[in-house]
């Protein structure tokens, strides 16, 4: 087991976790739900730590994001780092996915999860470049499918690459 960074605090915590969804107490409602912000803050310390300062795979650091995402779907932050693992694997419509859950929750009860006006921005600017890939893709997708035959053509200057159209533009 990899014991790097947060690995032993996660297992405890998922341990502690585990067994307080098992009981019927209702009285440990409120335990259960400071567990589960607990590990989800060392989920995302520990993906943050794996991805960004090079300890251990890039899968461990994107299955450590995912939890802590799925145990709180309001953290923006982790939603951030898991749409630039995605864009980066070139899986721009997940990169779509998170960026646009990042997008949505900006704003967290804890801070370290809240997105700052910089990560808004490469967010929004990532999101648009995400979504040109997707285009792109598509057109390419289009220029060689057998059933293009049936649409209309398009204008020449829709012919070619949504890079290549802005680059024309000169943007």
Request: proline share 2%; hydrophobic share 30%; aromatic share 10%.
């Amino acid at each position: 087991v990899n014991d790097e960074g947060y690995g032993r605090e996660i297992r405890v915590h998922k341990l502690v976790l585990r067994e307080l969804k098992k009981s019927r107490d209702t009285g440990l409602k409120g335990i259960r739900s400071d567990v589960e912000r607990r590990l989800s803050k060392l989920l995302y310390n520990h993906g943050s730590e794996m991805k960004f300062r090079g300890q251990g795979s890039r899968q461990d650091a994107e299955n450590s994001l995912k939890e802590a995402l799925s145990l709180d779907p309001k953290n923006g932050m982790a939603a951030y780092r898991l749409a630039f693992i995605r864009y980066r694997r070139n899986d721009h419509k997940d990169a779509i996915r998170y960026f646009n859950c990042a997008l949505e929750n900006t704003i967290h009860d804890e801070p370290i999860f809240c997105l700052s006006d910089r990560e808004i921005y490469y967010a929004r600017l990532y999101l648009l470049a995400s979504y040109l890939n997707e285009v792109d893709q598509l057109n390419e997708e289009l220029e060689f499918s057998p059933i293009k035959n049936k649409y209309t053509k398009l204008p020449d200057y829709a012919s070619y690459g949504v890079k290549d159209f802005i680059s024309d533009l000169g943007v």
